[in-house]
């Protein structure tokens, strides 16, 4: 079974820079088939698709990130990778790694990004 492991989240100011690491430790079959994507969940909001990408590499973004976040994956390492920039202060969530059809990974720990001044 998948493990997924976020990492990189960080305290920033507004305007600031982070990269989030998932590690896709555990099963690896067929997983460079399979979609992925990084979701986020701030205090009191359901959680959100942020980023997605293909097996192929094709992208999307959710319209509050675009032109912002970055979404790649290093089928190799069985990591993906989140680049964040221009952070606001409404960007602050935990932000978490997964699927985005098909059978979903036990949901992970997140790492926590906390925009603030």
């Known amino acids: 079974q998948v493990q997924p492991v976020e990492s990189g989240g960080d305290l920033v100011q507004p305007g600031g820079s982070l990269r989030l690491s998932c590690v896709a430790s555990g099963g690896i079959f067929r997983i460079n088939a399979m979609a992925m994507g990084w979701y986020r969940q701030a205090p009191g909001k359901e959680r959100e698709l942020v980023a997605q990408i293909s097996s192929g590499g094709s992208t999307n973004y959710a319209d509050s990130v675009k032109g912002r976040f970055t979404i790649s994956r290093d089928n190799v390492k069985k990591t993906m990778y989140l680049y964040m920039n221009n952070l606001k202060p409404e960007d602050t969530a935990v932000y978490y790694c997964?699927?985005?059809?098909?059978?979903?990974?036990?949901w992970g720990q997140g790492t926590q990004v906390t925009v603030s001044s």
């Open positions: 997964n699927l985005v059809s098909g059978l979903l990974w036990p």
